[in-house]
C-alpha cells in the first residue's frame, strides 16, 4: 500500500517538473507582458509533433530533436507576437484575452487537416525503458524529461539574472515606464519574451513526444493545467510557476490515488479555486 | 428624436422580417441557422451581463448552458416534468451553482477571473462524464412524447421551435435592456470601472457580482433547456465543453460587449457563417472548418476589438465614455436615501 502511495508521489514529482518547465514559459509571457497565451498547450502539441515526424521521416531521436523544437518554436512566437498578439497590447482587454484563443483553434485544426486526430506515439527511443530503484519504478525517458525539465528551469532564471537582455527583461516585468526610461527597448523584449517563453514549451513538448501520445488536441489539457499552474503560483513568478507546477503534479497524482483516477484533473481545478479563493494573487504573486 | 425614429424604424422593420422568416424560407436547414443564431444570441446576451457590464470576463458559460439542459431534461426523463418547469428549476440550479461558485471567485479579476471560470467548467464537465445519475458520458436521451406546448416538443416541422427561441432571444434582450438602465447597471459599469472606487461609492462589488453571475447564469440555463429540447440528445461533449464558452466570448465581443444589442448583432453574423462554413467545408472532418474559424477570432481580435456595435453607433469609444462617469454619483445619491 504504502509502496503504491511513494510510485504516486515519484510520478507527480516527475509529470510536475514537465508543467513547471510548459508553465513558466507562459509566465514569463504574462509577467512581460500582461498577456495570457490560451494557444500555450498548441504550441507544445506542434513541438511534440515536430518531433514526431523528425523521428517517424528522418530517424532523429525525439532527445536529439529537442534543440529543433526549442528553435522552430522560438521562430513561431516571434511570428505570432508580431502579427497578432503586438497589435492587441493597446486594444481592450477582452481582445487581449481572445486573440490567442483564435491561435489556439487555428493550430489545432491545422493540425487536424494536415496529420488527421489520430493518436501517435513514439515507440522506440534512446530513453526506452525503467529502471527499478527499490519498489519504485521509474521509466528512463520521464526521468531524463524531469531533470531536463528542472536544468532548463535554472538555466532560465540564470539567464534572467545575470545577462544584460535577461536584466532588461526582469526590469520590464517589474515596470515598464521606468525600464523605457532606462533606455530598454521594450517592444524587444516583448518579443523576445514571447519567443523565450515559446521555446520553453518547444523544449517541454520535446520531452513529452519521448512518452505522451501525440494528437492536435493534446494541448488543450496541458494548456489548461499550465493556466491554472500559473495563476496558482502567482502570474509573472518564475519560482512560482515552478513550485505551483511540482504541486499540481503532486496533487494530480496523489488525488487520483485517493479518491478517483477519473477526477484527478477536476481535483486539481479544484485545488486552484480553493487557493484563489485565500490568496486571490497567487501564492508567490503580488 | 431623429435617431430615436430611426431606431423605431430598424427595430420594425427587423421584427417584421424575424416573423416572416419561417413563412418565406420552409426548409429545414435556414431555420435551424435561424434557431441555433437565437440560442447563442441568448447565451451571448447574458455573458453580456456579466462580462460586457459587470466587467467578468467568463470561460465557463458552457456550465451554466449545461447545468439548465440536464436539469429540465433529468426532470423530465425521470418524472416527465414538463420541460417549462424544468427550465425553471435549471434556471435556479444554475443561479445557485453560480452564487456557489461567484462568492469565492468575488474578489478575482481580468485574467485570474477568466482562468477560474474555464477551471469552474472544467470540473463541472468531468463531473457529469463521470455522474452515473445523468448518464455519464452516455449523457441523456429524452423520449419523444406526443408532442405540444406543454411538452416543449413539436414533431411537424421547426417553426414553432423558431418562435420559442426567438421568444427566449426578445425576453433575455429585454432584461439585459432592464439591467443596463437599472441602477443595478449602473453599479455593474462602476464595479467594472474600478473597484476601489466603486467600494468608496459605498457599492458592495460582491453582492452586485453576485447579481450578474446569477442573472447570466439563469438566461444561460433556459438556452441550455431550449437546446435540450431542440435536440432531444445532451451529453457532456456536446453542451458543456470550452468551444461553447469561447464562441459565447467571440460572439459577444465581435457584436460589441457592453451594449444591450451588440451581442444579438454579432451572433447574426458569426453563427451563420460558422454554420455555413462547417456545412460546405466540415463534412470531411478536416478541421478546415475550424481552422477558418480560429483565424477569424484573430482578425476580429487585431481589427475589430470593439465590435460591430461601436462602430454602428460611435458609442463605445477608445476610452470609458464620460456620461457613466458622471452618473455615478448620481446613482449613488439616489440609493442613500
Known amino acids: 500500500m504504502s509502496e503504491q502511495l511513494v510510485q504516486q508521489v515519484v510520478n507527480g514529482l516527475l509529470i510536475g517538473c514537465v508543467y513547471s518547465l510548459i508553465a513558466i514559459g507562459l509566465t514569463l509571457i504574462w509577467g512581460v ?41 522560438f521562430v513561431l512566437g516571434l511570428l505570432i507576437y508580431r502579427f497578432a498578439v503586438s497589435k492587441v497590447m493597446r486594444g481592450p482587454m477582452l481582445a487581449q ?41 521509474v521509466s528512463v525517458a520521464k526521468l531524463v524529461s524531469s531533470v531536463g525539465s528542472v536544468v532548463v528551469s535554472g ?39 514571447f ?68 477526477y484527478k484533473y477536476a481535483i486539481v481545478f479544484l485545488l486552484y479555486l480553493l487557493t484563489v479563493w485565500i490568496r486571490p494573487q497567487g501564492l508567490l504573486g503580488w | 428624436m431623429r435617431t430615436s425614429r430611426l431606431a423605431l424604424v430598424v427595430a420594425a422593420v427587423v421584427a417584421a422580417a424575424l416573423v416572416a422568416f419561417p413563412f418565406v424560407f420552409t426548409g429545414p436547414f435556414p431555420l435551424h441557422v435561424m434557431i441555433v443564431t437565437f440560442m447563442f444570441a441568448t447565451l451571448a446576451v447574458a455573458w453580456n451581463i456579466m462580462g460586457g457590464y459587470a466587467g467578468m470576463f467568463s470561460f465557463g458559460q458552457a456550465a451554466f448552458f449545461g447545468i439548465g439542459a440536464y436539469t429540465s431534461s433529468y426532470l423530465f426523463v425521470t418524472h416527465g416534468v414538463s420541460p417549462w418547469l424544468g427550465l425553471v428549476a435549471g434556471g435556479l440550479a444554475s443561479a445557485l451553482v453560480a452564487a456557489a461558485i461567484g462568492y469565492p471567485c468575488s474578489n478575482l479579476r481580468g485574467h ?65 435592456w432592464w ?12 464595479i467594472k470601472e474600478s473597484h476601489e472606487l466603486a467600494m468608496v461609492l459605498g457599492i458592495s462589488f ?58 444579438a448583432i454579432g451572433a447574426a453574423i458569426l453563427v451563420p457563417l460558422s454554420e455555413l462554413t462547417r456545412v460546405s467545408l466540415g463534412h470531411k472532418g478536416t478541421g478546415v472548418d475550424m481552422m477558418i474559424y480560429g483565424a477569424l477570432i484573430t482578425l476580429i481580435s487585431v481589427y475589430q476589438p470593439r465590435g460591430v456595435w461601436g462602430l454602428l453607433t460611435g458609442r463605445i469609444g477608445p476610452r470609458a465614455p464620460p456620461a457613466p462617469v458622471a452618473a455615478r454619483p448620481v446613482a449613488v445619491q439616489e440609493g442613500s436615501k
Open chain 1, 97 to 137: 484575452l481572445v486573440v490567442t484563443f483564435g491561435v489556439s483553434i487555428f493550430l489545432a485544426n491545422t493540425a487536424v487537416m494536415l496529420w488527421t486526430p489520430d493518436y501517435r506515439l513514439i515507440d522506440r527511443t534512446l530513453l526506452s525503458g525503467t529502471w527499478q530503484l527499490g519498489t519504485v519504478q
Open chain 1, 155 to 193: 538555466a532560465l532564471l540564470l539567464f534572467l539574472r545575470r545577462t544584460r537582455t535577461g536584466k532588461a527583461i526582469l526590469a520590464t516585468e517589474m515596470n515598464r515606464d521606468s525600464a523605457l526610461l532606462m533606455g530598454v527597448n521594450t517592444d524587444r523584449v516583448n518579443a523576445l519574451s
Open chain 2, 179 to 190: 439591467v443596463a438602465r437599472s441602477r443595478m447597471g449602473y453599479y455593474f459599469r462602476a
Open chain 1, 33 to 73: 507582458m500582461n498577456i495570457v497565451n490560451f494557444a500555450h498547450g498548441d504550441f507544445l502539441m506542434l513541438a511534440m509533433f515536430v518531433s514526431f515526424w523528425l523521428y517517424t521521416l528522418v530517424g532523429l531521436d525525439p532527445l536529439l530533436s529537442i534543440p529543433f523544437c526549442a528553435l522552430l518554436l
Open chain 1, 195 to 262: 519567443a523565450i517563453g515559446s521555446a520553453l514549451v518547444g523544449v517541454a513538448g520535446g520531452f513529452l513526444s519521448m512518452y505522451y501520445y501525440i494528437y492536435p488536441q493534446v494541448g488543450g489539457l496541458f494548456g489548461t493545467i499550465s493556466f491554472v499552474v500559473v495563476a496558482l503560483g502567482g502570474f509573472g513568478s518564475i519560482t512560482g510557476a515552478f513550485i505551483a507546477g511540482i504541486l499540481v503534479g503532486l496533487v494530480q497524482t496523489l488525488g487520483g490515488y485517493f479518491f478517483d483516477p477519473a
Open chain 2, 112 to 176: 485570474y477571473f477568466a482562468i477560474a471560470s474555464i477551471a469552474f467548467a472544467e470540473i463541472v464537465r468531468t463531473h457529469f462524464n463521470n455522474w452515473k445519475l445523468v448518464g455519464a458520458a452516455e449523457g441523456l436521451t429524452i423520449p419523444m412524447s406526443k408532442g405540444g406546448f406543454l411538452q416543449f416538443q413539436f414533431h411537424h416541422g421547426k417553426a414553432p421551435y423558431y418562435f420559442i427561441a426567438l421568444a427566449f432571444l426578445l425576453a433575455s434582450l429585454a432584461l439585459s
Open chain 2, 206 to 263: 460582491v453582492r452586485y457580482r453576485l447579481a450578474a453571475i446569477m442573472i447570466s447564469a439563469f438566461i444561460s440555463a433556459a438556452a441550455g433547456t431550449l437546446y435540450a429540447q431542440y435536440i432531444l440528445y445532451l451529453d457532456p461533449e456536446s453542451v458543456l465543453v470550452l468551444s461553447i464558452s469561447v464562441q459565447v466570448v467571440l460572439i459577444a465581443m465581435l457584436g460589441g460587449a457592453g451594449s444591450v444589442f451588440g451581442p
